[in-house]
């Protein structure tokens, strides 16, 4: 494209900010456009940009502008698709918050426009890109745990429904929508991005339907948990080819202590992600050793804008592209599934 930077349209100010703030703190990167629904919401991120920036209410005019060559989508669940859809009929590169969406044809449906299209299409993931997946992932790809197997990863929030965003609790949000799809995507890519074969999943709602579980124990008004219609727990487990397995679990609220932790099975070393720790055999005697890892602490928005940006000035191949999305997303799906019918799901 020639430039030396790349200008960026933010949709969406809640965690577009995070987003958006790495964008411009990288040299570059230039946010160039905001837009919200909500006005104010613009002009307090606004507060924390150092550039001057045009804002929009609806997203389609953003799309229209000549001097935007990038869209950020953080708007809730059920609007990435068609948003990112139509960033790409107007010629933008596209970064997507996670899930990739909640529907699965839609989502095949972005992915192949994405990919037809010659645009850079990239997940914005905090967790595959924090430091501590990057140093496993580094490690993994340099075969010290020899071949990985098998994978343990959860969510568990002791009272997080967030009631904020309705988006979050009505059908196309949930718990695994939320934090799963973290947990599952990072520990999918250490395992090497393995093909799913079937997945056999519970899901549902203990806590929302009854006014409780929400964000630090602060019940919202009645006619929030009315329209309680998402999963506030999950768990299953996911077979993989070459008898590759994973259990993955993600809890809103639970009466257990909140936890975030990925654990990976290799047949030399394996090694869990907090606090980041490496275990291995030497000599016939267990090692366990810890790394520290000195890091800013939004460095895991700072490598996703930093690849973003990358991919689209330099031509660096996408670690993270829509298709690994859309991959997670029918991992997602089929539990949610397996969780209603409480048959295993099979995958093609
Ligand atoms: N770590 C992460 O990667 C991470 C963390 C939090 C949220 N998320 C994802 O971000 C998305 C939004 O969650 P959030 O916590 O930021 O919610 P939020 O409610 O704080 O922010 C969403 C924003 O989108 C705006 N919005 C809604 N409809 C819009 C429209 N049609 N056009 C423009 N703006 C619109 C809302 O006004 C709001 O400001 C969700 O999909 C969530 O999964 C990702």
């Keep these: 494209m020639g430039n030396t930077f790349v200008r960026v349209g933010i949709i969406g100010m809640g965690i577009g900010r995070q987003n958006g703030k790495a964008i411009a703190s990288n040299p570059r990167g230039r946010v160039v456009g905001l837009c919200d629904i909500v006005e104010e919401r613009m002009h307090d991120f606004q507060k924390d940009l150092l550039e001057p920036t045009r804002k929009y209410t609806d997203y389609r005019e953003l799309l229209r502008a000549k001097e935007i060559d990038a869209v950020f989508v953080g708007t809730p669940n059920q609007l990435h698709i068609p948003m990112a859809i139509d960033a790409i009929k107007a010629g933008k590169h596209v970064l997507c918050t996670k899930p990739l969406g909640h529907d699965l044809k839609l989502a095949k449906k972005l992915v192949e426009a ?17 430091a501590e997946s990057k140093h496993l992932e580094s490690l993994a790809r340099k075969r010290v745990f020899g071949d990985l197997y098998y994978a343990k990863a959860r969510s568990i929030r002791r009272s997080g429904i967030p009631a904020w965003n309705l988006g979050f609790i009505q059908k196309g949000g949930g718990a695994f929508r939320d934090m799963g799809v973290h947990c599952l995507d990072a520990a999918w890519a250490l395992l090497g991005f393995p093909k799913p074969l079937s997945v056999l999943g519970v899901a549902g709602a203990r806590f929302g339907p009854r006014g409780q579980g929400y964000w630090e124990f602060k019940a919202p008004p009645r006619r929030t948990w009315k329209q309680f219609a998402a999963d506030d727990y999950a768990g299953g487990f996911i077979r993989f080819e070459n008898n590759i397995g994973m259990q993955v679990e993600s809890f809103w609220a639970s009466h ?19 606090p980041l720790t490496i275990y291995r055999t030497e000599n016939g005697s267990a090692v ?12 895991a928005w ?5 690849h973003f940006i990358d991919c689209i000035l330099d031509g660096t191949k996408c670690q993270a592209p829509l298709r690994h999305g859309y991959r997670v997303q029918q991992m997602m799906e089929a539990l949610l599934e397996s969780g209603k019918t409480g048959k295993e799901v099979r995958l093609g």
């Design 114 to 130: 994405a990919e037809s299209s010659g645009l850079v299409n990239m997940m914005s993931l905090s967790c595959r890109f924090s």
């Design 302 to 306: 700072d490598n996703v804008a930093g």
């Design 288 to 299: 366990d050793s810890t790394v520290k890892i000195q890091q800013k602490p939004d460095s």
């Design 256 to 274: 257990q202590p909140e936890e975030f932790q990925i654990e990976i099975f290799g047949s030399e070393a394996g090694a869990k992600m907090y």
